[in-house]
Structure formats: C-alpha cells, structure tokens
C-alpha cells in the first residue's frame, strides 16, 4: 500500500527552534446553546469530541540553564463578553457571573500552584526523577508496588537538562495539560483566558471563519479539545515516524507506556518511552 506523505512545511510550527509549551485546561463548564450535533456532523468529529470551556493557563520557556513558568494573567476583563455557560452535569441551568468567576478561578489557581511548585523542584533538581527498575518479570502489580516502595524511599535518579530525552520527558510529564503551539500563541497574543468559542463575538459557527493563513490548525481545536502532545505539543506524530524517518527534528522520545498506580491511599500515574525502557517517570493530571 503506498502511503503518502503530508508535506513538512505543513507542521513548519512542529519542526521548530522554540521549544516554548503552552498549557491549559479542559473544565466541566459547556456553552448554552452551543449546536453540538451539528458541528461534530458538519466537521467530521469523533463522536466523543468533547465541547467543554477550556482555559488558558500560561506558557513555559526555556532561559539559559533555567525553566520558567509564566502563568496567564487573570483579571476582570477575562469575564467580559463571554457566553452563557452551564455545568455539563445540570445543562438546564445557566450558572451567573459569580459562580463562573469562582469555579473557573478555583481550577485557574489549584493547577497553577502545581505547575509553579513542579518547575521549581525542576530547577532544583536540575532535572526529572525517574524510577529505573530493571526487572522485566514484574506483573501489574508487583510493578505498581515496587514503583510505590521507591518513591516512599526516594530511590530515583535524575534525567538532568542536559540528556537528549529529558524535553521529551517533560513533554509527557504534563501531558494533561499542553495545548497545541499554535493555539497557545493565539491564546497568548490575544490575551485570552477561555477559548476562543467562549466570546459573544462569535455565533455558533462563525468562529470557524477566524482561520489565519499563518495558523496551523482548525479552528475547532480553539476548544482545546481532545488535543495530544502527540500531534501538537512538539510536533511528534508518532504514527508518522517511519514515514518521515526522523525528518521531524525536534520530535520527543516516543510513548510507549503509561500506568496508573491507583491504590485506597493515592492516585498517580507513570509512563516510560520507548527509548528507555526500564525508566519510569510520573505524568501529572489537573488539580
């Protein structure tokens, strides 16, 4: 079957120089009103394209020996002339200002007390904890406890900033939260806190009319929706790896595992890259 290529200059954000990350996150907040049906129809979504409000939490750069985290700005006017919003689980009732205000800056300052406490152990530690664990005979598990007994020992080793996989490490470790490049710096030059189809100033439909010829994506993503680091974050699209065979310079170590540690006491989650086999690090979901 002969497979054809995407030209690379269409991921010219992907194959970049800057390595800046974008965060944000999904809520549980939807617009009232919004057609759903039709759009998911009218643009060929999955079924489970989700429509949820979504924020903007700030950016990452990297600066010399250091990672800084420069969180988005929240103020008054990032409440102007947005829609009507409702919580996904009572959509008969319109929430006012103040509830969104409060629900929408508890989420803002629970995740942004995280990320500014995770860069700073970073910078700390001068890189990532991972977990090496050797022992390919270990079932679920018998991993998940060996995992929980090295983190309460504190049994790591540090991926430190000068490794070739320690960007690719971070990209996964915040999986949750990255957002497209593109979107980010729309979000970021245009000082918006929600996305796009928030703002009264678009109807229905007429915000898929904003396209910019200089923008990577479909507008649809501007609700940040079902977004994966995969295709967006640094570019890397792994199902593309053989295609391009490494063409994608500034690709991140490939994926090839995440666990969830679940247990009565806490709730964490790990990958490995397939680079690394025996090297676990945690991947962080939102507060």
């Not at 079957?1 to 944000?24: A, F, V």
């Not at 508890?106 to 977990?131: A, C, M, P, V």
Request: with cysteine; glycine share 2%; net charge neutral.
């Amino acid at each position: 079957m002969k497979i054809s290529k995407i030209p690379l200059k269409d991921y010219i954000s992907n194959i970049r120089e800057d390595k800046t990350i974008y965060l944000g996150l999904q809520s549980n907040v939807s617009i009232k009103g919004l057609d759903e049906e039709y759009l998911k129809k009218e643009y060929s979504l999955r079924k489970n394209f989700k429509f949820e409000i979504s924020i903007y939490l700030g950016k990452i750069i990297f600066e010399k020996r250091n990672i800084i985290f420069q969180a988005f700005n929240v103020n008054e006017n990032c409440f102007q002339e947005i829609k009507d919003f409702y919580f996904k689980n009572n959509p008969d009732k319109i929430i006012n200002n103040i509830e969104v205000k409060k629900y929408f800056l508890k989420l803002y300052n629970d995740n942004i007390d995280f990320l500014t406490s995770y860069i700073n152990e970073i910078n700390q530690f001068r890189g990532i904890k991972i977990y090496d664990i050797q022992n390919t005979n270990l079932n679920k598990l018998a991993l998940i406890s060996t995992l929980d007994k090295m983190v309460k020992e504190n049994n790591y080793e540090i991926i430190d900033f000068n490794d070739d996989l320690f960007y690719s490490y971070f990209i996964w470790s915040l999986r949750q939260f990255i957002i497209a490049y593109d979107i980010g710096l729309y979000q970021d030059k245009n000082n918006l806190f929600f996305n796009l189809a928030a703002y009264k100033m678009y109807d229905n439909h007429s915000f898929y009319t904003e396209a910019d010829n200089n923008l990577n994506f479909n507008l649809i993503d501007l609700f940040f929706s079902n977004i994966s680091p995969l295709e967006y974050a640094v570019g890397y699209l792994q199902k593309e790896e053989m295609i391009y065979n490494g063409a994608l310079k500034h690709s991140p170590g490939t994926l090839q595992k995440t666990l969830n540690t679940t247990t009565q006491f806490h709730n964490k989650f790990y990958f490995k890259l397939k680079e690394r086999p025996f090297e676990y690090a945690q991947y962080f979901k939102q507060k």
